[in-house]
């Protein structure tokens, strides 16, 4: 019985949270966090776009909570926005927005729309990126692509530090899916290893002096 609850719980908790990325828009929302109170549920919506979300004097924001009682008989919902500062580090807003591109523009120029995230995401200063997209791209069969750069951990656990997303973009010729990889810059790798500067320093004096010896002692045997 107590599995059977807690499918049921998560089925609920799906359906909740994909209602609402639909219902605000594609590309808008980054995940939806469902905590339980005492009080009641509490619905943490992140988002780069809070203001869109929340509306003029707090409408929309109202609107949607009065849906969500209506519609999932939830009593007394509170929602909460978290606003992303930097959306280019958040990989399902990116595959989002790919997504949304492709949908525009056709996936006829789906490689200068990955290669412009691509440098986008490395610009924000992410550690490392990598970009896989599925489906009729360009022709009548499908094909995977993969666009990469930086550093990425896909083994160990450190990849779990590694923010994954997909989305899907319907388009003419087909569905193509989408995902993206980030490693951000605020992530600590137990792997990494730093260098000192007077160390790096000292090692091309040595380095210097050495090839300096070597010039010197040619010269002699010239003579």
Known sequence: MEERNLVKLKKEEFTI???????????????VKIEYTPIGKK???STHKPGLV???????????TQ???????????H??????????????????????TLERFGPLKFKVTAY???????????LGVEI?????LPGARAKSWRFAQGYLKKT??????????????????????VKVSILSPDVILKDKIKIDDRLINKLKENSNMEKEKVIKTKKKIKK
């Open 156 to 177: 160990g656990d450190s990849a779990k530090l590694v923010d994954r997303a997909q989305s899907i973009s319907q388009t003419k010729p087909g569905t193509v899916g």
């Open 54 to 64: 929340i509306g003029r004097g707090g409408v929309k924001i109202e609107e949607l």
């Open 132 to 136: 896989r997209l599925g489906g009729k």
């Open 17 to 31: 949270k994909e209602f609402i990325k639909n219902y605000v828009g594609k590309g808008k929302v980054s995940k």
């Open 43 to 45: 619905i943490i919506i």
């Open 67 to 77: 849906i969500l009682k209506n519609k999932f008989n939830l009593e007394n919902p």
């Open 116 to 126: 412009r995230t691509l440098q986008k995401i490395i610009k924000a200063g992410a």
């Open 79 to 100: 929602i909460e926005i978290d606003e992303i500062k930097i959306p280019e580090l958040d990989a399902q807003l990116m595959a989002d927005e790919i997504a949304l």
